[in-house]
């Protein structure tokens, strides 16, 4: 699977929007792009995941480049709650690589009032 | 919907003595079930992927024997930590895997479970 970049931490204030940034220069055609978050001492929560179209759901945006060398998570209104480390994941889905999430450092967002 | 309990959420035992973990899928039926560790500090570390009805597949180093995984059914995966030692204290995760549109696959995380060898 693409390896994937992300700063390690950001900052935001509540009421505001939080855009993560995600560099997978390396990914392939058939790769999706997934985001999850954890927040501290919990499993990781599912946020949203894409291949080429932008996608929206109630928790969030993310934005995939026409070239699909980058993408962003948009959180609309952060708030307090949002605060955890954010995971950009890249990987296959179907064949026989199906099913495996590396999980690298992640982004810790901090949303202060 | 997509909800994935664990139980126990918290254990202390004594060392050289066997630990369960469940992980249930509430509300979707999962194939796959895969079990993660996390120490202090660190990312999410993949130990094994759980198939329903087979053996499980684990990661390069580690002990099978150790970590005894069972999927007995489509909403039911147990994690056994034989012969429990201080260094297998840590933070345990499981995940089930939904498929969505016939081919789409997503991971939804269990709470953990964090055991405390002593």
């Known amino acids: 699977d693409a390896k994937t970049t992300q700063p390690p931490s950001m900052d935001c204030a509540e009421g505001r929007a939080a855009n993560l940034p995600c560099n997978h220069s390396t990914i392939s055609g058939n790769e999706y792009v997934y985001w999850y978050r954890q927040i501290h001492s919990q499993g990781p929560q599912y946020i949203i995941h894409g291949l080429k179209n932008n996608e929206t759901n109630e928790m969030a945006s993310l934005i995939i480049t026409e070239d699909r060398k980058s993408s962003t998570l948009i959180l609309p209104h952060a708030t307090l709650r949002d605060t955890a480390v954010y995971y950009c994941?890249?990987?296959?889905?179907?064949?026989?690589?199906?099913?495996?999430?590396?999980f690298g450092q992640g982004t810790i967002l901090t949303v202060h009032p | 919907g997509a909800v994935v309990s664990q139980h126990p959420s918290r254990v202390i035992c004594k060392s050289g003595t066997s630990v369960k973990i469940e992980c249930r899928s509430l509300d979707f039926q999962a194939t796959t079930m895969f079990w993660y560790r996390q120490f202090p500090k660190k990312s999410l570390m993949l130990m094994a992927t759980s198939n329903e009805g087979s053996k499980a597949t684990y990661e390069q180093g580690v002990e099978k024997d150790k970590f005894l995984i069972n999927h007995a059914s489509l909403t039911l995966s147990t994690l056994t930590v034989t012969s429990a030692h201080p260094e297998d204290s840590s933070f345990y995760i499981c995940s089930a895997s939904e498929i969505h549109r016939g081919y789409e696959e997503t991971q939804y995380f269990g709470p953990g479970t964090r055991l405390l060898v002593l």
């Open positions: 994941i890249v990987r296959v889905v179907g064949g026989t690589s199906y099913g495996k999430l590396t």
